[in-house]
């Protein structure tokens, strides 16, 4: 697996998604227990930090990750979980706020985890998502917002943010330049 210096790519997800959860978190920001899903090496839980969270539990596929996750001290607990195959390793209806940066895209995570997401958060508690918008992604885009309306139809769970951003991060890709667009989804647990 080659790893990307998001540095380069001009990587924005991570303190829009921090910026948008800290717009709808009313509650003691200190005292919040944040699940990070596929954490990497915790560039969520440093932008989430700033905005006066401080309890974080992070799970990634990936242990070279995870050990350097483990180097940042920003979390209480770290867990090796490829996601999509058997649950989450984490109790039920525990956290404040789930958050998935960066996972959420065509040949990394399946769709349904989403489902995984909100049966980890509280009730009144916050799970905010990322995709990206580019060509390769709108297939599976289109996937998880069908996945995450029909969650709503089922009172699951309730929209109260969805941002399209256009300069999301920079594009990699030969067939495109410039930037790539993304979305974040806030969705408050019923």
């Given at each position: 697996?080659?790893?990307?210096?998001?540095?380069?790519?001009?990587?924005?997800?991570?303190?829009?998604?921090?910026?948008?959860?800290?717009?709808?978190?009313?509650?003691?920001?200190?005292?919040?227990v944040v699940l990070d899903v596929?954490?990497?090496?915790?560039?969520?839980?440093?932008?989430?930090?700033?905005?006066?969270?401080?309890?974080?539990?992070?799970?990634?596929?990936?242990?070279?990750?995870?050990?350097?996750?483990?180097?940042?001290?920003?979390?209480?607990?770290?867990?090796?979980?490829?996601?999509?195959?058997?649950?989450?390793?984490?109790q039920w209806g525990l956290f404040?706020?789930?958050?998935?940066?960066?996972?959420?895209?065509?040949?990394?995570?399946?769709?349904?985890?989403?489902r995984e997401l909100c049966k980890?958060?509280?009730?009144?508690?916050?799970?905010?998502?990322?995709?990206?918008?580019?060509?390769?992604?709108?297939?599976?885009?289109?996937?998880?917002?069908?996945?995450?309306?029909?969650?709503?139809?089922?009172?699951?769970?309730?929209?109260?943010?969805?941002?399209?951003?256009?300069?999301?991060?920079?594009?990699?890709?030969?067939?495109?330049?410039?930037?790539?667009?993304?979305?974040?989804?806030?969705?408050?647990?019923?």
């Amino acid at each position: 697996m080659e790893l990307v210096d998001v540095a380069v790519l001009d990587y924005r997800a991570p303190s829009l998604a921090a910026n948008s959860i800290s717009t709808h978190f009313s509650g003691d920001r200190e005292a919040a227990v944040v699940l990070d899903v596929a954490c990497g090496t915790g560039l969520v839980a440093q932008q989430m930090k700033r905005h006066g969270f401080g309890h974080f539990v992070g799970i990634d596929g990936s242990q070279a990750m995870l050990e350097v996750a483990r180097e940042s001290r920003l979390y209480q607990d770290l867990k090796q979980c490829m996601l999509g195959e058997g649950q989450l390793p984490v109790q039920w209806g525990l956290f404040d706020v789930v958050v998935i940066v960066g996972a959420f895209s065509v040949g990394q995570v399946p769709v349904d985890v989403v489902r995984e997401l909100c049966k980890s958060t509280k009730p009144g508690g916050y799970i905010c998502m990322t995709t990206r918008s580019n060509h390769d992604n709108l297939q599976y885009k289109a996937s998880l917002e069908r996945e995450l309306k029909q969650m709503e139809e089922e009172e699951l769970w309730t929209c109260v943010e969805y941002s399209q951003v256009e300069d999301w991060e920079r594009a990699v890709s030969e067939q495109e330049h410039g930037y790539i667009s993304g979305a974040v989804y806030i969705y408050k647990k019923l």
